[in-house]
């Protein structure tokens, strides 16, 4: 009996060893949750440091615009004492009325922009009370060299503009920035339209 018993034994199949799972599945596996887990902590820190970035030169910038704004507001009516006040914003064009120290009227500051070469050119123009161009300042461009140069001058090319009013012949352009000098002047043209339309009715 005791044989029989140990014959059986002999006969029995061990049981299979319990499954293993593949380590070089999980060598692949971990990398990639890694590398994902990175990629998006990475995201977030930059994305983050971006926005920071943006909210504190972003109040830089627009102090930096409104100073060259002020300065420029200052020197187109030259060797004048002028206040000036927000007329209207609109259309592409911000006008401020100017007033001189007795408080009379003196004329308008016209910011407008106009497409250059390099970019846009934003502009001032000042016009008198006899709708006559005394100044145009440049406040901010992306242009050639030449314009840079010569273009931004109040004793070169804007200084072309003074004493000017309309009908207003063609301006010489820059040489080598003759799409840069064209704005300028289609800028100039349509600030002293704005001005010649507002004396209009102010006098009717």
Do not use: C, W
């Not at 990175?38 to 995201?43: P, S």
């Not at 002020?70 to 401020?96: K, M, R």
């Amino acid at each position: 009996m005791k044989d029989d018993f140990l014959e059986t034994q002999k006969d029995v199949e061990p049981a299979p060893p319990p499954a293993q799972k593949d380590p070089q599945e999980k060598t692949v596996r971990n990398p990639i949750l890694t590398l994902t887990l990175t990629l998006t902590v990475i995201a977030v820190v930059v994305s983050a440091g971006l926005a920071f970035i943006h909210f504190i030169t972003s109040e830089t910038i627009e102090a930096n615009k409104q100073k060259k704004t002020d300065q420029a507001l200052g020197e187109v009516f030259p060797g004048q004492e002028i206040t000036f006040s927000l007329l209207q914003d609109s259309e592409g064009q911000t006008v401020y009325t100017g007033t001189n120290a007795q408080g009379a009227f003196h004329g308008y500051a016209i910011s407008l922009t106009e497409a250059g070469y390099g970019g846009n050119i934003e502009m001032i123009v000042g016009i008198d009370s006899q709708s006559t161009v005394t100044g145009v300042q440049i406040v901010s461009q992306r242009e050639t060299r030449g314009f840079e140069t010569d273009g931004t001058m109040q004793d070169g090319f804007l200084g072309r503009f003074i004493g000017k009013h309309l009908p207003m012949e063609k301006i010489d352009a820059i040489s080598g920035a003759t799409i840069s000098s064209e704005a300028v002047e289609r800028g100039v043209r349509a600030a002293m339209e704005t001005a010649e339309g507002l004396v209009r009715t102010t006098a009717d």
